[in-house]
């Protein structure tokens, strides 16, 4: 294993402990990484959502028998989310024949999203106290239009996390959060997981049947993620929240300034 390939595991090793210990979706860390080890965005975007796919699938099992999963609103956002996936990686398609042109807007996708993300993490306490504040609303709205508005945050996620690999975590929990203000905690973080195990694998599998894959990479992430998430899972309390998002939302800004502007 040469020294590349070293850092490769070490980066897997650092995101995979960051997630253990705050929950926030590895994309919004492992795109960027990739992308200053110079990998290629639409290899990058690839790669890091099939690694999205395989660890997620470990917490679906433990949600789903902790009964943490609610899955008509998986259903829902799925309905939404896989459709959009497709439309997205035909767009993409459509640019293959110009790497630039793909790769930039990759790019510039990644960064705006990556600002969003960085907004969701550091005004999550603000957004989740809105949400309840307006929970009383959600009474007057029916079922359909409750299916409706899940199945369109399902359509931006899908769509977000098919051009960047981000968006599915971070985003997606404050969305459901929003929309069911009523569903515990646990079972809102257990279904977003749930639906990004489907969307990303889609997504990846479609990102690698454009190219957009490398294997090898993506199996020197998991060797050092696993381990890591199960050290930072172990640590997860020690450190205040209140330290850790704000320091983690003000490098995702930092970054995504860079890669957006």
Not at 30 to 52: E, K, R, S
Not at 253 to 260: D, P, Q, R, S
């Amino acid at each position: 294993m040469d020294f590349g390939n070293v850092g490769f595991v070490v980066a897997g090793l650092i995101v995979g402990f960051v997630v253990g210990m705050t929950g926030v979706g590895g994309g919004s860390l492992m795109t960027p990484i990739l992308l200053w080890f110079g990998i290629n965005p639409a290899t990058a975007v690839g790669t890091d959502l099939l690694y999205a796919a395989i660890t997620k699938s470990g917490g679906v099992l433990v949600h789903r028998k902790n009964n943490n999963i609610d899955w008509p609103i998986t259903g829902w956002l799925t309905l939404g989310s896989v459709p959009a996936v497709a439309l997205t990686l035909w767009f993409l398609k459509s640019l293959h024949t110009d790497p630039q042109a793909m790769n930039a807007v990759i790019k510039q996708a990644l960064g705006f999203v990556l600002l969003l993300t960085a907004l969701a993490i550091f005004f999550k306490k603000q957004l989740l106290a809105f949400a309840q504040k307006h929970a009383g609303d959600h009474y007057k709205l029916s079922d359909s239009s409750l299916n409706g508005l899940t199945v369109v945050t399902g359509v931006i996620l899908g769509t977000m996390v098919a051009l960047t690999s981000i968006g599915a975590g971070a985003l997606g929990t404050v969305a459901l959060f929003i929309l069911y203000p009523f569903l515990p905690t646990r079972r809102l973080v257990g279904t977003e997981i749930a639906h990004a195990v489907p969307l990303t694998l889609v997504a990846g599998l479609g990102h690698a049947s454009m190219g957009n894959m490398d294997w090898h990479l993506l199996g020197y992430l998991l060797i050092g993620s696993l381990p890591g998430i199960y050290m930072g899972s172990h640590l997860s309390g020690r450190i205040s929240d209140e330290v850790l998002r704000p320091c983690l939302a003000v490098m995702l800004v930092f970054i995504g300034y860079k890669l957006a502007f």
